[in-house]
T-cell receptor, first 116, second 110 residues
Framework: DSGVTQTPKHLITATGQRVTLRCSPR?????VYWYQQSLDQGLQFLIQ???????AKGNILERFSAQQFPDLHSELNLSSLELGDSALYFC???????????????FGNGTRLTVT | GIQVEQSPPDLILQEGANSTLRCNFS?????LQWFHQNPWGQLINLFY???GTKQNGRLSATTVATERYSLLYISSSQTTDSGVYFC????????????FGSGTRLSIRP
């Protein structure tokens, strides 16, 4: 068990809808990262938060947004969903200070999103 | 930007065989990690290995940062070793900070 909790495990929704994915980092980890993995693809970095602030941004669509709350849990919001958004969405956390990346990443089990 | 290459892309072995997976990178990197994604999709942290060698049971890893590569060794393969193995690391030159290789897909046949 990595200590990173993601909910829900599975999500099936229709095109045009909006969903929220939730992540609770490992105890003590201040950084949260979101990754997208489409079928048989690699991991695409979406966004990172450190202690409530956005730290780094990857190839995140404008229809997607995220935030990290004071209790350090994070939510990834996906709106106007398209068929191509179907993927496995991972959250990871680390104890990095935010200025340097000197701690390992620990991943949750992912949320499998299916858009029909 | 930084280039990362994992080799081989695919590997099929019989149970009991040994294997070496490689991760090459084009620039200096920090905090290299190896992950195993099992057939159920879970990403499991195998090694956090910025440099040197570490061993954990049948698995070991070596990173030679000055020569820009890391190796993952799997000995006496078991069917549960099947899945995709990713290397990942941090670099200042990448806007995404922590980037992943494209992976090596390992299939262990009984």
């Amino acid at each position: 068990d990595s200590g990173v909790t993601q909910t829900p495990k599975h999500l099936i929704t229709a095109t045009g809808q909006r969903v929220t994915l939730r992540c609770s980092p490992r105890s003590g980890d201040l950084s949260v990262y979101w990754y997208q993995q489409s079928l048989d693809q690699g991991l695409q970095f979406l966004i990172q938060y450190y202690n409530g602030e956005e730290r780094a941004k990857g190839n995140i669509l404008e229809r997607f947004s995220a935030q990290q709350f004071p209790d350090l849990h994070s939510e990834l919001n996906l709106s106007s969903l398209e068929l191509g958004d179907s993927a496995l969405y991972f959250c990871a956390s680390s104890a990095t200070t935010g200025q340097s990346y000197n701690s390992p990443l620990h991943f949750g089990n992912g949320t499998r999103l299916t858009v029909t | 930007g930084i280039q990362v290459e994992q080799s081989p892309p695919d590997l099929i072995l019989q149970e009991g065989a040994n294997s070496t997976l490689r991760c090459n990178f084009s620039d200096s990197v920090n905090n290299l990690q190896w992950f195993h994604q099992n057939p159920w999709g879970q990403l499991i942290n195998l090694f956090y290995i910025p440099s040197g060698t570490k061993q954990n049971g049948r698995l070991s890893a070596t990173t030679v940062a000055t020569e820009r590569y890391s190796l993952l060794y799997i000995s006496s393969s078991q069917t549960t070793d099947s899945g995709v193995y990713f290397c990942a690391f941090w670099t200042w030159s990448s806007a995404s900070k922590i980037i992943f290789g494209s992976g090596t897909r390992l299939s262990i046949r009984p």
